[in-house]
């Protein structure tokens, strides 16, 4: 069991709006990045997030935005949703140099 | 610019025979390669990396760095290998990974 969870599961937001979503890392983990995943293809970096610090960025727009906390746990926030946004959002926990764990992904439809 | 790719979308064997999953990457420094498994309903996990050279559920990659490959091998197939498997590369940055596009095994009985 890797630890990582994600909410919501499943949303759907209408577009022009703003959704957050949610990760608890697991349990000692300070490093949490994030991923989207549109349909059939692979996972794309969004951003990375280090002891509260943004750490990196993927090539996202800024309405693309997050947040770690105290605890690890982050957000990913999503301002002026656009349907392209469709996608299952990955969140994904490790310390430096270890394995990385990923969630079960929260599916996000932009009608 | 780092890319991962896989040149196969979809590859089919039977039970027992050998399969190789094929992943070309280009970056321009020393990249840590991996292979993420998801079988069906579960969530993305770590297969291997190749800095471990380890063999996990029979399966191995080696990196080829003239080549630029870490393709991935498996002598006799199972059926429970039917899984998406991607390869993905980690550059300077740890944990901010480039992945494939994927390749869905399908091991037939």
């Known amino acids: 069991e890797t630890g990582v969870t994600q909410s919501p599961t499943h949303l759907i937001k209408t577009r022009g709006q703003q959704v957050t979503l949610r990760c608890s890392s697991q349990?000692?983990?300070?490093?949490v990045s994030w991923y989207q995943q549109a349909l059939g293809q692979g996972p794309q970096f969004i951003f990375q997030?280090?002891?509260?610090?943004?750490?990196g960025r993927g090539n996202f727009p800024p309405r693309f935005s997050g947040l770690q906390f105290p605890n690890y746990s982050s957000e990913l926030n999503v301002n002026a949703l656009e349907l392209d946004d469709s996608a299952l959002y990955l969140c994904?926990?490790?310390?430096?140099?270890?394995?990385?764990?990923f969630g079960e992904g929260s599916w996000l439809t932009v009608v | 610019a780092q890319r991962v790719t896989q040149p196969e979308k979809l590859l089919s064997v039977f039970k027992g025979a050998p399969v190789e999953l094929k992943c070309n990457y280009s970056?321009?420094?020393?990249?840590?390669l991996f292979w993420y498994v998801q079988y069906s309903r579960q969530r993305l996990q770590l297969l291997l990396r190749?800095?471990s050279r380890e063999s996990i559920k029979g399966f191995t990659a080696d990196l080829n760095k003239g080549e630029t490959s870490f393709h991935l091998k498996k002598p006799f197939a199972q059926e429970e290998d039917s899984a998406m498997y991607y390869c993905?590369?980690?550059?300077?940055?740890?944990?901010?990974?480039?992945f494939g596009q994927g390749t869905i095994l399908t091991v037939h009985p």
């Open positions: 349990s000692g983990h300070n490093t």
């Open positions: 993905a590369l980690s550059g300077t940055s740890y944990g901010k990974l480039t």
């Open positions: 997030y280090y002891r509260e610090e943004e750490n």
């Open positions: 190749h800095i």
């Open positions: 970056y321009s420094g020393s990249p840590e």
């Open positions: 994904a926990s490790s310390t430096v140099g270890n394995t990385i764990y």
